[in-house]
């Protein structure tokens, strides 16, 4: 759990304690890092770097983003695309076929059918098949599929029985697991052997098991290749997004760092333009593993490796290499003067940390339960999708979509009413959309589904930024860690939570709706960050609690702030 903490969440705290770039053309500092100076030499620029330098020094002398950065963060996009559309392969290829029909032999024993349920879906045939079959399945005795559609689905194509249905719930949960053990391998894994080998591997574990799902119609190679199916998953995000805010200067992080998340989204709603294409989910699977495929190539060429890694290993001529060639990309130089490279090494924390304030262990509960309850209405949004009245297809499409007005409401409401609220207010209003989406109205549903998706969206973007900034300097990447952890959790029983519709209509919306509210109440006792010096002590936390009001600054702050 440590180590994942330890390396999902190096994007979280990337340099949120430097000071933002201005925009200035030059830069001075004092001390042992020495003067850097910017020359022009007959209409070229030039950059002159003397003593010690962090990388993020180096980088904004290039001119912020440039061809080089550019060229990388399209890559990382168009693979967050690619790795997001196997996020929702379950919900298209488990989806259910209603094109069935009981036998005659079945209709003698008992055999039901109902509109718009799968036959296991209906108790009556699963005691059915349980008392006549010992254990086998009734597909193709007590009733059978419409030979046109049984392959849409591996819940008509495998023949499982009705008590092995529990599986195809288990299926997304799994993803999720691997996802949890892909981070945390991962993690370690690039820190050992480098970001674009890391990466590489990441992307070749996709491929691999995006080729064995179509050909084998059994259950369990299909779990195993949905758990490093999430492996890969994990790593690719952890690794791409890591390596695309490294080769980016301060100022523009956060802006990499958000369109990376916007570009997921898309991703996911793209992915049902695949499952009209591709209805029989052995070619789904193939139409998904055809792009990872191409793509493995092309990242082994132009993916570099990160300076930042060079340079933890002691390798600190790669790493000025590395730089040069961003350098010249950029259409800038760098003279070959001496450059010494550096990075500020963080303080080992362990987890007793957290619990040496009485504070810190209040605001690190209620901050794991933003989390959880962040990732509980999305993901039970997404997975119980299917139940939606309607293509399938179409309602995936427009929930993808539908995180996009989230986003940035979150992005303006944050610096207007603070995080606090802005958190509050979201996942209270998508507590109201659960408890609305009792009224089994398929129209009504279907708007209440957009809307929760719409504050999903809102809430990822509120959380993460949220726990950056709460916790110490020591203890930010243990305390987002953490949260994290528990925002997995969610996810793997938020499929289970969404399949209950079966057995109550209303049984998924009152959980989910009860426990919002109460998560919008308790954060009401968490401090505004908004507008105030991240906290880099216990003591400093601490004076976050003095003055609650959040949003902005006061004018003397504002005055500072105007002055910098």
Known sequence: LLYTIKFEFRRNIMDLDEEKDKGEDKISQKGKNGPVDEEKDKGEDKISLK???????????????????????????????????????????????????????GLALGCTKVEDKMPCDIAANGELETNHLDGA??????????????????????????????RFSFISSIYF?????????????????GRRKALLISLGMC??????????????????????????FGGFFLIGFVLAVEYSPPKYRNSVGTAFHFVTSIGMAAAAIW???????QWFAIALAVPATIMLPVCYFLIPESPRFYLSKGKDEEALELLKKVAETNGNTMPEEDCHLYEDIDAKVNLLTLFKNPRLIACGLINMFGWFMTSLVYYMLWFSAKYLAGDIYLNAAILGLAELPGRVAAYFLMEKIGRRYTFMTSVGLACVCMFVSIWKNPINVKIMYCIGKALAGSLWAVIYLYSSEMYPTRIRNLGSGIGSAAARVAALIAPFIGDWINVSPYAPYIIVGVLAIICSGVFIFVPETSGKELPQTLEEFDMLFEKKEGGKKDELEQELTSQM
């Open 275 to 281: 499952g009209v294409a591709f209805k029989p989910w």
């Open 177 to 193: 697991i691997g996802a949890f053990f892909g981070v945390w391998m991962y993690g370690r894994l690039s820190d050992y052997i």
């Open 137 to 166: 399945s009734g597909s193709g005795i007590y009733w059978t599929f419409d030979e046109k559609y049984k392959d849409y689905s591996i819940r008509s194509s495998m023949d499982l029985p009705c008590s092995e249905y529990w």
């Open 51 to 105: 003593g010690k330098y962090k990388i993020d020094e180096v980088l904004t002398q290039f001119g912020g983003i440039g061809k080089f950065q550019i060229r990388l963060i399209l890559l990382m996009f168009f693979l967050a695309c690619v790795v997001a559309w196997r996020i929702l392969f379950d919900l298209f290829a488990a989806k259910s076929v209603t094109q069935w029909e009981c036998t005659i032999q």
């Open 207 to 232: 491929t691999v098991q995006g080729w064995i799902i179509p050909f084998f119609r059994d259950i369990n190679v299909y779990l195993a290749c949905r758990f490093f199916d999430g492996a890969a």
